[in-house]
Nanobody, 121 residues
Framework: QVQLVESGGGLVQAGGSLRISCAAS????????MGWYRQAPGKQRELVAT???????NYADSVKGRFTISRDNAKNTVYLQMNSLKPEDTAVYYC???????????????WGQGTQVTVSS
């Protein structure tokens, strides 16, 4: 099983910056993809950004140019640097990992507990 622990959420003013992180631990063979999703009250969860172990990255159009995702494979940690924050970025941000527990197994999805990011007007 993989455990994902997030940190770095908080309250910031519009135009400010925030960095959140997610560290993976537990029993696993490999983690191919790590990423961030977010969900606002009354809204469905949406993809923010993902990064593979090889460094391939994709962003949602709404955050491209403002957010930067990065990954430290040695530490099994993924980061999201959020700049030029807007009130519409307010949401609970969830860490996601797609991991194999054995070399022959299928990858499975794991989720963090979520961290609140609030951007004031």
């Amino acid at each position: 099983q993989v455990q994902l622990v997030e940190s770095g959420g908080g309250l910031v003013q519009a135009g400010g910056s925030l960095r959140i992180s997610c560290a993976a631990s537990g029993s696993f063979f490999s983690i191919n993809v790590m990423g961030w999703y977010r969900q606002a009250p009354g809204k469905q969860r949406e993809l923010v950004a993902t990064i593979t172990s090889g460094g391939s990255i994709n962003y949602a159009d709404s955050v491209k140019g403002r957010f930067t995702i990065s990954r430290d494979n040695a530490k099994n940690t993924v980061y999201l640097q959020m700049n030029s924050l807007k009130p519409e970025d307010t949401a609970v941000y969830y860490c996601n990992a797609q991991s194999k527990t054995t070399s022959w197994g299928l990858p499975r999805n794991y989720w963090g507990q979520g961290t609140q990011v609030t951007v004031s007007s």
